[in-house]
């Protein structure tokens, strides 16, 4: 069992930052692949950003492209997203993700791991 649980969520105004960060605990010996997933109100969850363990190879969704960076810890059993340039559109809870195959998947299904989520607000 791996429990993930992700902090630095806020309020921002438009084109402000925010760096989120995942900390993993629990059978956190294996090679996780972890992900960024984000969900708005009445919306579903869509992948935001996923990185792997041995390499750090990134996959990122189109909409975060040049405005939002994920790296990893693996000392730290932590992850972050690095959010600059943010839009109101942004706005909404983002999870963290884990799956026990080391491979970057943008699938929602492939993760077999989740945390609570932490509210990301983008005012105007």
């Known amino acids: 069992q791996v429990l993930l649980v992700e902090s630095g969520g806020g309020l921002v105004q438009a084109g402000g930052s925010l760096r989120l960060s995942c900390l993993a605990s629990?059978?956190?010996?294996?090679?996780?692949?972890m992900a960024w997933f984000r969900q708005a109100p009445g919306r579903g969850r869509e992948f935001v950003a996923a990185i792997s363990w041995s390499l750090g190879r990134t996959n990122y969704a189109d909409s975060a492209k040049g405005r939002f960076t994920m790296s990893r810890d693996n000392a730290k059993n932590t992850v972050y997203l690095q959010m600059n340039s943010l839009k109101p559109e942004d706005t909404a809870v983002y999870y963290c993700a884990a799956r026990a195959i080391d491979y970057e998947s943008d699938y929602e299904s492939d993760y077999n791991y989740w945390g609570q989520g932490t509210q990301v607000t983008v005012s105007l």
């Open positions: 629990g059978r956190t010996n294996s090679r996780y692949a």
